[in-house]
């Protein structure tokens, strides 16, 4: 049955569904709802909760229960995601799973704490130090905030990679109709080896777990590794679209920038302009294969809550077949219909 | 452990960097640097005299290069 | 008497430079497991820096974590696996300079977790640089004409940590004579034995030689720590709860 639901707290509901052993978060503005709420549900469920000194001391409690085997999370917000770059690097390198999520304010510095979507490079392109990528989930409802959640622990063990839910401050505070389960559900085993955990070497070998890697070539080896990891990632891409099959201007988003282009999508179809409607799922692994065939008859305009860091991909995949133009508004900024409507009407011309 | 079984002071000569540990503080005086060197091209220490099997070699030894076991169990 | 090396050693040589005070230190917490009968149970966090290879000589589960977060991934190990030994094993730069929010949070939090910290009054990994414990007139590569005032004051760790309420033991111990180290043994066993009896936060801070990074012979570096660190440092129980 739907209730009305904020996305934070669906956030958590999720995490619990995906059977989160253990969370650690330090507070900041606009996800405070996930740690609060989350302090009462993992203790009544009867889970790990602990509050962080910050940031950084979060993350690597993250890394420490990770390394154990269990489901750990942490949450956090542009500023505070900064600061966990350098562990994020680790747990890469390290291939440790865990699910870390990003409810985006404006920047840069400390910025705003209005939604926004200036943090995609960050997220899609390795935003710590080293060679890396990370599964990046960008939910766009509050149903979404929980069944992404809920489903990135598998895909964390899968690939024992950390996994980014790249929400938004909009996404987070808002209100909708959810439909969640009135009871956490049975926790899912993932059928994925678990060889590696350090839990005490009793009755087998000890084992270590590292990042350092100073054997001749061995660094390398480790790097190539990981990119065939990285390669496989590719089966879980996930997107959206409507209208896509005789579309000449295809509107491409996610997140809330998303929700305001199937606002705009809608509209033009009902005054009978050849609209698309196109919307990420994963923002890494990137639909870009889609999008390369879909660029064959339509052209595509880009709207973020940023100056343009997506539309960056879609060009990279579009690779100048068709147009793809870009509106966005950065710092907290949301994209106008009425904007995106003349841009497209004008597109279509 | 019984009294009077067998003792024997090992040196791993490969293991030894030639700190001067041990000898220094040997209350018997009887290790000392060998005139030869091992593969990483330090003198290791080696036994001299009488070795009362105190231990204290063990003790200050930082890289894992003496032992002190029983003859039977090397023999085994 | 026999003397073995433990279980908890694995069976090969460490690269740790001569006379430096790491090797005798590893084998104390290894010796200690082992006679405690902990080994199986044990997960321990290395740091950055000379101690980093850890992994390589113990024989129990052992992960490296970023420089100087050791406290907060073992508090996330702990937390999960509140049965098992978690230990870390830190540097003075790990522990005192970049890590010195996580080491006084945990410590402050009662974490039940045992610190092994490693003093030796420089960074000696990146060779021989000032490190939050080096002394005023302490030469390092940084401090060519010495530590002075305004590098600031050498950071006394045990004296700082005693005084949060979440801590359960705390000693300074130091590795330059077969006495000193007989006692370091006893301070490592016994916050270990706290820790297996959950009473919260402890620490052993040894004071260990470095011979490279302070340029003098590994023979010299004993007399060093008695003439030059002893005074700054003084040896003894900063904190016992029982």
Request: include cysteine.
């Amino acid at each position: 049955m739907k209730k009305l639901w904020k996305g934070n707290h669906a956030l958590v509901e999720g995490a619990l569904a995906g059977g989160l052993d253990a969370y650690f978060g330090y507070p900041i503005t606009p996800q405070n709802e996930v740690p609060e709420y989350m302090s009462l549900r993992m203790k009544q469920e009867k889970r790990v909760f602990l509050q962080a000194e910050s940031e950084l001391a979060s993350i690597n409690m993250v890394f420490g229960a990770a390394l154990t085997g269990k489901r750990a999370m942490t949450t956090s917000s542009s500023p505070g995601i900064s600061l966990m770059q350098e562990g994020i690097s680790y747990l890469v390198g390290c291939e440790l799973p865990a699910v870390i999520v990003n409810v985006q304010r404006g920047g840069p510095g400390l910025g705003n704490i209005a939604g926004a979507q200036g943090d995609y490079f960050q997220s899609v392109k390795g935003g710590g130090h080293g060679d890396y990528r990370l599964i990046t989930l960008t939910p766009f409802s509050v149903q979404e905030m929980y069944e992404m959640t809920r489903d990135s622990f598998d895909l964390a063990f899968k690939y024992r990679n950390p996994v980014l839910i790249l929400a938004d401050g909009v996404i987070g505070q808002m209100l909708e109709p959810a439909d969640l389960p009135e009871k956490v559900p049975p926790r899912k085993e993932f059928p994925y080896s678990m060889d590696w955990i350090l839990d005490g070497a009793a009755g087998r070998d000890s084992r270590f777990i590292r990042s350092l890697v100073m054997d001749e070539g061995g660094l390398e080896q480790h790097n190539y590794r990981l990119w065939d990891k990285f390669a496989k990632m590719e089966k879980e891409i996930s997107w959206e679209e409507h209208g896509t099959e005789d579309a000449d201007v295809i509107l491409v988003g996610y997140g809330t920038s998303a929700r305001i282009n199937l606002d705009v999508y809608n509209s033009a179809r009902k005054n009978g302009l050849k609209a698309g409607y196109f919307r990420l799922r994963t923002a890494f692994p990137f639909p870009s294969k889609r999008l390369s065939e879909l660029s064959s008859r339509s052209g595509f305009l880009v709207t973020e809550m940023s100056m343009g860091q997506m539309v960056e991909d879609v060009r990279l995949a579009v690779s100048g077949r068709s147009d793809v133009e870009f509106y966005g508004r950065p710092a907290g900024g949301l994209p106008e219909e009425e904007k995106i409507y003349g841009i497209l009407e004008r597109m279509l011309k | 452990m019984k009294a009077g079984k067998k003792k024997i002071l090992l040196i791993n000569e490969e293991y030894c960097k030639e700190c001067g540990f041990c000898i220094k503080f040997c209350p018997n005086n009887t290790l000392a640097k060998k005139n030869t060197i091992n593969s990483r091209g330090f003198h290791p220490a080696e036994l001299k005299g009488e070795c009362s099997f105190c231990g204290i070699c063990y003790t200050v030894c930082p890289d894992f290069a003496i032992e002190i076991v029983d003859e039977e169990q090397i023999s085994r | 008497m026999s003397r073995r090396l433990p279980e908890s050693l694995k069976k090969i040589p460490h690269t740790y430079c001569p006379g430096c005070g790491h090797g005798i230190i590893h084998r104390l917490v290894a010796e200690s497991l082992d006679e405690l009968e902990l080994r199986e149970k044990t997960v321990a966090i290395a740091p950055v820096g000379c101690a980093v290879f850890g992994y390589h000589y113990w024989n129990f589960d052992t992960a490296e974590a970023a420089h100087g977060r050791p406290p907060a991934a073992a508090t996330g190990i702990k937390r999960v696996l509140p049965d098992r030994i978690v230990i870390t094993y830190q540097g003075d730069g790990d522990l005192a300079a970049i890590g010195g929010n996580e080491i006084i949070h945990a410590a402050n939090r009662g974490e039940n977790i045992s610190v092994f910290f490693v003093n030796n009054a420089c960074y000696g990994m990146t060779g021989g640089q000032m490190a939050p414990t080096t002394m005023f007139d302490q030469v390092t590569t940084t401090t060519p004409l010495g530590r002075t005032l305004e590098d600031g004051y050498p950071v006394k760790v045990c004296e700082l940590l005693s005084v949060l309420e979440g801590v359960s033991y705390i000693e300074r111990v130091a590795v330059n004579s077969p006495a000193n180290i007989m006692k370091a043994k006893k301070a490592v066993k016994k916050a270990l034995g706290y820790q297996a009896r959950n009473r919260g936060f402890t620490l052993v801070e040894f004071l260990s030689m470095c011979p490279t990074g302070w340029k003098v012979s590994p023979e010299k570096s004993l007399e060093w720590i008695d003439e030059r660190m002893l005074r700054i440092f003084p040896l003894g129980v900063y904190k016992d709860k029982g």
